[in-house]
């Protein structure tokens, strides 16, 4: 955790600025070759440590401008008013920047938006919220009903009684149609009795007109 945040919090300085001012001069009839080369090459890789919050601003600063960043050198005044505001300002804008980025992959619509693209959100959001209501109360109406339905369930001694009276009603449905059709066998049999008797008057008229 502690090694994330300080690779997160340092802020390289460019070569002319690691050799301005704040550097001791090198010594004419000075050091060897050698130490002065490990001293340039320190130098060059120098870097000043600052809390997260400010690294992350230079750092948002850096990427918006693609250039390095501009650390006021030692002994420059720092007080102007002018680079106060800038420097608020700047920071104001990447807040801005990162809130709009951060609305734009939570609500996957481009951020800023202007009055009218902003209208037309509002009421596509609108209807989508009355749906959404709607749905809500239609599934309250249909588990308020299913409780009613539940309540109204048959208890098992009416369910029996209820049983018996469909099988009373199935025996007595079923005496008619044998009824039915014990009448349609005797209505069958007279007619064919009748069938017969409507032969012979014929065969008898006929040998009578003989």
């Given at each position: 955790?502690?090694?994330?945040?300080?690779?997160?919090?340092?802020?390289?300085?460019?070569?002319?600025?690691?050799?301005?001012?704040?550097?001791?001069?090198?010594?004419?009839?000075?050091?060897?070759?050698?130490?002065?080369?490990?001293?340039?090459?320190?130098?060059?890789?120098?870097?000043?440590?600052?809390?997260?919050?400010?690294?992350?601003?230079?750092?948002?600063?850096?990427?918006?401008?693609?250039?390095?960043v501009q650390i006021p050198a030692y002994g420059e005044n720092t007080s102007n008013p002018l680079q106060?505001?800038?420097?608020?300002?700047?920071?104001?804008?990447?807040?801005?920047?990162?809130?709009?980025?951060?609305?734009?992959?939570?609500?996957?619509?481009?951020?800023?938006?202007?009055?009218?693209?902003?209208?037309?959100?509002?009421?596509?959001?609108?209807?989508?919220?009355?749906?959404?209501?709607?749905?809500?109360?239609?599934?309250?109406?249909?588990?308020?009903?299913?409780?009613?339905?539940?309540?109204?369930?048959?208890?098992?001694?009416?369910?029996?009684?209820?049983?018996?009276?469909?099988?009373?009603?199935?025996?007595?449905?079923?005496?008619?149609?044998?009824?039915?059709?014990?009448?349609?066998?005797?209505?069958?049999?007279?007619?064919?009795?009748?069938?017969?008797?409507s032969k012979l008057f014929k065969d008898l008229e006929e040998r009578n007109f003989r």
């Amino acid at each position: 955790m502690g090694s994330s945040r300080m690779d997160h919090s340092f802020v390289v300085l460019p070569k002319q600025k690691a050799q301005g001012h704040g550097v001791p001069p090198r010594p004419r009839g000075g050091p060897p070759h050698s130490e002065t080369s490990q001293l340039t090459k320190a130098m060059e890789e120098s870097f000043v440590v600052l809390p997260p919050a400010a690294a992350s601003m230079y750092k948002g600063e850096s990427t918006s401008e693609g250039g390095g960043v501009q650390i006021p050198a030692y002994g420059e005044n720092t007080s102007n008013p002018l680079q106060a505001n800038n420097g608020g300002f700047h920071s104001t804008i990447t807040v801005l920047k990162r809130a709009f980025d951060i609305a734009t992959s939570q609500t996957q619509v481009e951020q800023p938006l202007c009055l009218e693209c902003m209208r037309l959100l509002s009421d596509k959001l609108d209807k989508e919220i009355e749906d959404v209501n709607r749905d809500i109360k239609a599934y309250e109406a249909c588990l308020q009903h299913s409780e009613l339905e539940s309540y109204a369930v048959l208890s098992e001694g009416d369910f029996l009684r209820e049983k018996e009276m469909i099988e009373d009603e199935g025996r007595r449905l079923q005496a008619a149609i044998e009824e039915t059709e014990k009448q349609f066998s005797e209505v069958k049999a007279e007619m064919k009795e009748i069938d017969e008797k409507s032969k012979l008057f014929k065969d008898l008229e006929e040998r009578n007109f003989r």
